[in-house]
C-alpha cells in the first residue's frame, strides 16, 4: 500500500516538473517576444490641436500613430510631417484641425479653411487688409472657431455740410441716421437733414448735409401816424381853416418772428401788433359860412349917360361891388390834394431870395408857393385851396411829394395857418 502511494506521487511530481518546464518556456517566450517588440517602439511626441502627448509607438508612419490616437485627418487639416512620413525616434508631430471661416466685407462674402488661430492671422494669410478707420467684427485678437464669421466694414471719407461748416470725417457703410448717431452730431427740433435719413451712405455718396434753422422774435418800436379830422365850422368864413388840436404821432410796437438758416436770414413775419400809446388826430375847423355881399349905393350918372338913359327910356342900373375872401376855384387844372404849410422871408436859414430868384422880402404880399418840382413844375400857376392864385416859384429841403408851402407876409399869418390838408390846382 505504501509502495503504491509512494510511485503514485513520484508519477505526480515528474508531471509537475513537465508542467514548470513548460511554462517555464512559454514565459521565456512571451518575454523575449515583448522585448523583440519594445525594442522596435520609437518615442515620439505629439501636438494634437494644441494638446502636448509623449508617448512610445511601433506605428511606422504618422498617419498610423493619429489613427492610432483617435485623429480623424480632414482634407484642410494641418499634418507635419506628412501623414506617409515613416516614423522615426523622437520624431515631433504636429496636427491642426482646419476651421471653415466665413468672411464678408461691404456685403461681399468668401469661405475658406485655415488652421490659423486668430482673426488678425486668417485675415494675414488671406491678404485682407484691416485700415485704421475700419470697423470689423469680431476683434483682431478673437481665437478662431468652426464656422467662425468675420465681418469687416471698409470706411471711406464722408464730407459733413453742417450749418454752413464744412469739415471731412471717416465713416463705414451705414444710413444717415445712425451716421448722425455715431458722430454725435444733435438735430435741434427746426434742423433739417437734407434727403432720406434711412438712405445709405457710400463711397460714391458720402455727402450730409445738415441745415440749422432758428427761429427768434424781434420786437420793433414804431410811430402811429395821426389823422386829421376835418369839422365844419358855419362861424368861419369858406376858405377859413383853423387847427383846433395838433396831431401827436403815437407808439406802435410790432412783433416779427425770424427764421435764419444756417445764420442768415430768411424770412421775416409779422405776427402781432400793440398800439403802446395813442396817437392824438389833428382836428381842424374849416369854415362854411358865406361871404357877406356889400351892396354900394348908386351914385347920380353923368349927363350923358342920364341923357341916353332917358332917351332910351331905360332907368340907369345902380352899380354893384362884391367882395370874396379868396379868388374862386378855376374849373380846369390838374387836381389834387396836398399837405400844406406856411413860411414867410424871414424864417430862419431863409434869405428871402427864392428857388427861382424872387425877392419876396421886397414882394411881401406876392401869391407864392414852395414846392417839389418833381410834382409841380416849377413856374406853374396854381390855384390854393384858402390861399387862391399863386405861383410856383421856390422850393424847400422838407418839401418832398405832395407837399407844399405858402408865403405869407406876416409871421402871424404863417402861424395861423399852421399845417393843414388843401386841394390845388395845377393851371399851366
Not at 521565456?28 to 494634437?48: C, R
Not at 421775416?268 to 396817437?279: C, D
Not at 411829394?401 to 395861423?416: C, F, Q, V
Request: hydrophobic share 40%.
Amino acid at each position: 500500500m505504501k509502495g503504491e502511494i509512494l510511485n503514485m506521487f513520484q508519477k505526480n511530481t515528474k508531471f509537475m516538473r513537465i508542467g514548470i518546464l513548460f511554462m517555464a518556456m512559454a514565459l521565456f517566450v512571451a518575454t523575449t517576444s515583448l522585448v523583440l517588440i519594445d525594442g522596435k517602439k520609437k518615442n515620439i511626441s505629439m501636438d494634437l490641436n494644441g494638446k502636448q502627448i509623449e508617448l512610445r509607438t511601433a506605428a511606422a508612419t504618422v498617419g498610423e500613430v493619429l489613427a492610432a490616437n483617435d485623429v480623424k485627418v480632414q482634407k484642410h487639416d494641418l499634418v507635419e510631417p506628412t501623414v506617409n512620413t515613416p516614423l522615426e525616434n523622437d520624431t515631433e508631430i504636429k496636427w491642426q484641425k482646419a476651421n471653415k471661416v466665413i468672411i464678408d466685407v461691404d456685403g461681399e462674402t468668401q469661405e475658406l479653411w485655415t488652421t490659423e488661430a486668430t482673426v488678425n492671422d486668417v485675415l494675414k494669410t488671406a491678404e485682407i487688409e484691416v485700415a485704421t478707420h475700419d470697423e470689423i467684427e469680431p476683434a483682431l485678437e478673437t481665437k478662431i472657431t468652426e464656422n467662425q464669421p468675420i465681418a469687416i466694414a471698409k470706411a471711406f471719407p464722408v464730407t459733413v455740410k453742417d450749418g454752413g461748416k464744412e469739415r471731412t470725417v471717416w465713416s463705414t457703410q451705414t444710413t444717415v441716421r445712425k451716421f448722425l448717431t455715431d458722430q454725435n452730431i444733435r438735430l435741434a427740433n427746426l434742423d433739417k437733414v437734407e434727403g432720406d435719413t434711412s438712405a445709405k451712405l457710400t463711397a460714391s455718396n458720402a455727402v450730409v448735409k445738415i441745415a440749422r434753422v432758428e427761429k427768434i422774435t424781434d420786437v420793433v418800436e414804431e410811430t402811429a401816424d395821426f389823422k386829421t379830422k376835418r369839422k365844419t365850422d358855419m362861424t368861419m368864413l369858406k376858405g377859413k381853416e383853423k387847427v383846433v388840436t395838433n396831431g401827436k404821432k403815437g407808439k406802435l410796437q410790432k412783433k416779427f418772428q425770424i427764421t435764419k438758416k444756417n445764420g442768415k436770414v430768411v424770412s421775416r413775419e409779422l405776427v402781432g401788433k400793440t398800439m403802446v400809446e395813442e396817437p392824438t388826430h389833428k382836428v381842424v375847423h374849416v369854415g362854411a359860412k358865406a361871404p357877406k355881399v356889400e351892396v354900394a349905393t348908386a351914385t347920380p350918372a353923368k349927363a350923358s349917360t342920364n341923357a341916353t338913359a332917358k332917351s332910351s327910356g331905360t332907368p340907369a342900373k345902380a352899380q354893384v361891388a362884391v367882395s370874396r375872401g379868396t379868388s374862386s376855384e378855376p374849373s380846369g387844372g390838374k387836381e389834387f390834394y396836398a399837405n400844406a404849410s406856411a413860411y414867410t422871408a424871414y424864417c430862419n436859414g431863409c434869405s428871402g431870395i427864392t428857388a427861382t430868384g424872387i425877392n419876396l422880402r421886397a414882394n411881401p404880399n406876392m401869391k407864392l408857393i414852395a414846392v417839389d418840382p418833381r410834382v409841380i413844375p416849377l413856374g406853374s400857376k396854381v390855384w390854393v385851396e384858402g390861399y387862391g392864385y399863386a405861383i410856383a416859384g421856390d422850393t424847400g429841403g422838407a418839401i418832398k411829394g405832395n407837399r407844399i408851402d405858402l408865403h405869407m407876409p406876416t409871421k402871424e399869418a404863417a402861424y395861423s395857418f399852421g399845417r393843414r390838408q388843401v386841394k390845388i390846382k395845377v393851371i399851366n
